[in-house]
């Protein structure tokens, strides 16, 4: 493709037509690559647990054709005449937001995610009026404001999973203030978002244990991993001698759970970070946060800058994530994988290498 930016392109990604989640090839245009705008060529595209909610509607605001994936590395194909910072065959990065409306407090001090008018890389309307859709597609256009370039020293495969489970973990522990070594943190629930939990908070020198909800995973996550604990969430006893030991805990379970087995793992001042997408009440008694002025928060991906930030932050501490990576036509069996938590730790979709506009 060439330098101008002026032609509507028809690409084909793999679309969920209903909350039934199965997704199929479905051919759609791309708008015009407009002054500020990238057009990226898909290499790679991670797999999230997010993709299953919005899939399968989960949170009731799903639409329909839904093209996925917001974990997207590619090829800058076309660039727009005001973009200066990337040009063609750059590699770069596409996460879970592609615009905000650049006025407000969150826009003004750069946490965008937080913007009330963020616009979703999918399941969403872009500014031109046209649905948004997602990475698991042969090409996205993007506003070059919410594209990351990936560092040299990085895969690209490899830079998939930080773009949000990465960034995700990354985020709150800085916001927080929960960078010092000598922390004990908990991830509960291992698995994409959890897993790079665990190494990004080992890499900040932290005592980091795991609690999962069965015992599976206990040696990946001691002997590949490098956790330093593991806790069965089921194990009374275990739970009880672990009580009052953690600055924070990590909470990356999918589904509705109790959370007050995990506020007791916290000590005095302890956080409980909630990244869970649960579309139901959570509950808990109150002198469960009193008696510890213990805090229950929550964290939503995180900004650019930090996206960023945590892609160099993984060059530096030669950290990768842990990757199956896939084609697009085991793309469905992947997601029923995932859902029955039977992946270690994050499928990544070898979009380019799946000749996808053969298959529309
Ligand atoms: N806040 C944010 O910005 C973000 C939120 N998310 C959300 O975080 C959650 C986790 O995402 P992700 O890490 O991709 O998900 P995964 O499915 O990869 O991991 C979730 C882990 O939770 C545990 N788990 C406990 N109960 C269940 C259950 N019933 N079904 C499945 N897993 C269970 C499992 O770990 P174990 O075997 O150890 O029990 C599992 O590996 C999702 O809700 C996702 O939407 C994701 C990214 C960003
Ligand atoms: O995977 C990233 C998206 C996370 C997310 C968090 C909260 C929410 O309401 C969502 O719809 C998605
Ligand atoms: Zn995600
Ligand atoms: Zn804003």
């Not at 995700?168 to 509960?188: A, C, D, E, N, Q």
């Not at 930030?309 to 501490?317: A, Q, S, Y």
């Not at 030669?318 to 990757?323: H, K, R």
Request: one cysteine or more; glycine letters at 10%; charged letters at 20%.
């Amino acid at each position: 493709m060439g330098s101008i930016a002026s032609e509507e392109r028809t690409v084909t990604g793999w679309a969920a037509r209903d909350a039934d989640g199965h997704l199929s090839p479905y051919t759609y245009t791309l708008r015009k690559t407009g002054p500020e705008d990238v057009l990226v060529k898909v290499l790679y595209c991670g797999i999230c647990h997010t993709d299953i909610h919005q899939a399968k509607n989960h949170l009731g605001a799903s639409k329909y054709p839904m093209v996925p994936g917001h974990e997207v590395v590619g090829e800058v194909v076309e660039v727009g005449g005001e973009v200066s910072k990337y040009s063609a065959g750059d590699v770069v990065g596409v996460g879970v937001i592609v615009g905000c409306c650049r006025e407000c407090r969150p826009c003004k001090a750069s946490v965008e995610q937080y913007c009330n008018k963020r616009i979703w890389s999918y399941n969403d309307v872009y500014t031109d009026g046209r649905p948004t859709q997602g990475g698991f597609s042969s090409a996205m256009v993007v506003d070059q404001k919410f594209v990351v370039r990936i560092p040299a020293g990085l895969a690209p495969e490899q830079a998939a999973p930080l773009l949000c489970a990465g960034v995700t973990v990354y985020s709150p522990l800085k916001h927080f203030g929960l960078m010092s070594p000598g922390l004990r943190g908990g991830i509960l629930g291992l698995g994409g978002v959890g897993h790079m939990g665990v190494k990004v908070a080992k890499s900040m020198g932290h005592h980091v244990t795991v609690i999962s909800s069965s015992g599976k995973k206990r040696a990946e996550a001691m002997d590949d991993l490098g956790a330093d604990a593991y806790l069965v969430s089921s194990d009374a006893d275990q739970m009880a001698a672990a009580a009052d030991s953690l600055d924070y805990v990590i909470d990356t379970v999918p589904v509705k759970h109790p959370l007050e087995p995990y506020l007791s793992l916290l000590k005095m001042d302890g956080k409980l970070v909630l990244m869970g997408v649960i579309g139901e009440p959570l509950s808990f008694v109150s002198p469960m946060v009193m008696l510890g002025r213990k805090s229950i928060t929550g964290s939503f991906i995180g900004s650019m800058e930090e996206t960023e930030e945590v892609l160099k932050f993984c060059v530096e501490k030669g950290l990768t994530s842990q990757i199956e990576v896939v084609k697009m036509d085991y793309l469905n069996e992947a997601l029923e994988r995932l859902e029955r938590n039977d992946v270690r730790y994050r499928f990544v979709v070898d979009v380019a290498g799946s000749k996808i506009e053969d298959a529309a």
